[in-house]
């Protein structure tokens, strides 16, 4: 199995490759930038290299690039639209300069304008960034619909809105990434075992479960059903030991690469997760 953190690179992609070594991540996920502003500086290419041969001589991969939070496909105000379309299209130049294989983000927040209005938003900014950037599916980088928890005016906490994304924005590499914490909290019960095979069976039929390229694993605060996005380090939360043993024996789930985003104020508190993560991984009857 390939266990990894969402590392800072803060501190350049040099320093960001040596915490992934440190920690003994097999995978990494990062921001490519700043996460909380959609003006990035460029990335140093020498820079970029040295880090792409360190992760490969050390076999971490795949490498998982998040996008900023600030991004706003859905928006109904032109303005936000249109910086949010420019911003994703930097950003996918920016996972190429990294050499990344996917780019995670939330398809956005209709902000009232409704569902149907806010998918189509979505899908039509996802086109138009992949044309800016000639991105096609033989690129070697794929954009993964994180699925949300459904807090507000999310969208995508529903298996049917990424599906009709996806065959809106038909043409575009896209695919799905899953976060424990937010299924729990939009409603899907992948704690138990009977609930974590029906919300498969659900993936399979709605969006077919090869889309599926990535799965954050963190634990909920929230109840399920709550629409909380906050996470919880793995085993305290809502989901618990038991729904993670539950979770990590499903052989679906052990062939994804499993990044965590659980709290962190220092290394430590990766340290401490990942080692919960692969003990419960450990204690877990395959199904
Ligand atoms: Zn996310
Ligand atoms: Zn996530």
Not at 8 to 13: C, D, F, W
Request: proline share 3%; net charge negative; hydrophobic share 40%.
């Amino acid at each position: 199995m390939r266990f990894g953190v969402h590392v800072s690179k803060a501190g350049g992609l040099k320093r960001a490759l040596q915490d992934a070594i440190d920690l003994g991540c097999d995978t990494i996920q990062m921001f490519a930038g700043s996460p909380r502003s959609l003006r990035q500086s460029a990335i140093d290419e020498d820079e970029a290299y040295a880090f792409l041969q360190g992760l490969t001589k050390e076999d971490i991969q795949p490498l998982v690039i998040h996008a900023p939070y600030l991004l706003n496909l859905a928006s109904p105000k032109d303005e936000t639209y249109e910086v949010s379309v420019r911003a994703l299209a930097h950003e996918i130049t920016r996972c190429q300069s990294l050499g990344a294989d996917y780019l995670v983000f939330h398809p956005g927040n209709h902000l009232g304008s409704g569902m149907e209005a806010g998918i189509k938003r979505i899908a039509a900014a996802i086109k138009k960034a992949c044309d800016m950037t000639e991105l096609t599916r033989d690129n070697g980088l794929t954009l993964l619909l994180e699925m949300v928890s459904g807090a507000g005016t999310e969208v995508g906490w529903m298996f049917e809105h990424q599906r009709d994304i996806m065959g809106m924005a038909e043409g575009a590499p896209l695919g799905i990434c899953l976060d424990t914490c937010h299924m729990f909290a939009a409603g899907h019960d992948i704690a138990t075992r009977e609930g974590l095979s029906e919300t498969l069976e659900k993936v399979d039929e709605i969006l077919g479960i090869s889309y599926v390229s990535v799965a954050h694993c963190n634990d909920s605060v929230g109840v399920l059903g709550s629409r909380l996005d906050r996470h919880a380090d793995i085993g305290s939360g809502m989901i618990g030991e038991e729904g993670f043993r539950v979770i990590l024996g499903n052989s679906k789930i052990r062939a994804l690469p499993l990044i965590l985003e659980t709290p962190k104020i220092r290394m430590e508190d990766d340290k401490r997760n990942l080692a919960a993560i692969r003990r419960l991984a450990k204690e877990a009857v395959i199904w």
